[in-house]
Antibody
Framework: QVKLLQSGAALVKPGASVKMSCKASGYTFTDYWVSWVKQSHGKSLEWIGE????????NFNEKFKGKATLTVDKSTSTAYMELSRLTSEDSAIYYC????????WGQGTLVTVSS | DIQMTQSPASLSASLGETVTIECLASEDIYSNLAWYQQKPGKSPQLLIYYANSLNDGVPSRFSGSGSGTQYSLKINSLQSEDVSIYFCQQNYDSPRTFGGGTKLELK
């Protein structure tokens, strides 16, 4: 079955960067766009952007351009998201989810930005 | 960006009751709408896609309807395990956007 295993929680200082991973299994990784979604403080959800593993093509929510960088490693079926210049506003849970309809989700990576 | 307005923000209902959650899009999204359920500490789970298609494994007491800018999620015969937060999401245009969520509690 489809599984998405995300990297563990991170505590990072303001101004730093963090890179998280999403390892996919149970489907052909290169066939589906992988989206990343932010959830702040148990509130609603924000779509950050998506990457097509086969080509590396990306689409971003304008709000997150310059903040998020999406990459993949096809050899390990892993998607990555790096967030830069972190502030307290970036403290959130980040999810990865493949395909057009978000039928499968990773367990989420909690990022806490604090000095 | 397409704005998704969900109502109500919170809802209290009794076991066995039927509840309806509404979602209003700021423009026509041509049924490109999904509903998700999120339980505390868990990832969202897809319930409905294309406004009225039930995802695999989702109980038939859940149903979706609507078109244009107005959509709704109905839960028949409320069960205790339905206590969750529910989100709508449009998949018609980028960026994909979500409603603010509806917190469903038992009365």
């Amino acid at each position: 079955q489809v599984k998405l295993l995300q990297s563990g929680a991170a505590l990072v200082k303001p101004g730093a960067s963090v890179k998280m991973s999403c390892k996919a299994s149970g489907y052909t990784f290169t066939d589906y766009w992988v989206s990343w979604v932010k959830q702040s403080h148990g509130k609603s959800l924000e779509w950050i952007g998506e990457i097509y593993p086969n080509s590396g093509a990306t689409n971003f929510n304008e709000k997150f351009k310059g903040k998020a960088t999406l990459t993949v490693d096809k050899s390990t079926s892993t998607a990555y998201m790096e967030l830069s210049r972190l502030t307290s506003e970036d403290s959130a849970i980040y999810y990865c989810t493949p395909s057009h309809w978000f039928a499968y989700w990773g367990q989420g990576t909690l990022v806490t930005v604090s000095s | 960006d397409i704005q998704m307005t969900q109502s109500p923000a919170s809802l209290s209902a009794s076991l066995g009751e039927t509840v309806t959650i509404e979602c209003l899009a700021s423009e026509d999204i041509y049924s490109n709408l999904a509903w998700y359920q999120q339980k505390p500490g868990k990832s969202p789970q897809l319930l409905i896609y294309y406004a009225n298609s039930l995802n695999d494994g989702v109980p038939s007491r859940f149903s979706g309807s609507g078109s244009g800018t107005q959509y709704s999620l109905k839960i028949n015969s409320l069960q205790s395990e339905d206590v969750s937060i529910y989100f709508c999401q449009q998949n018609y245009d980028s960026p994909r956007t979500f409603g603010g969520g509806t917190k469903l509690e038992l009365k």
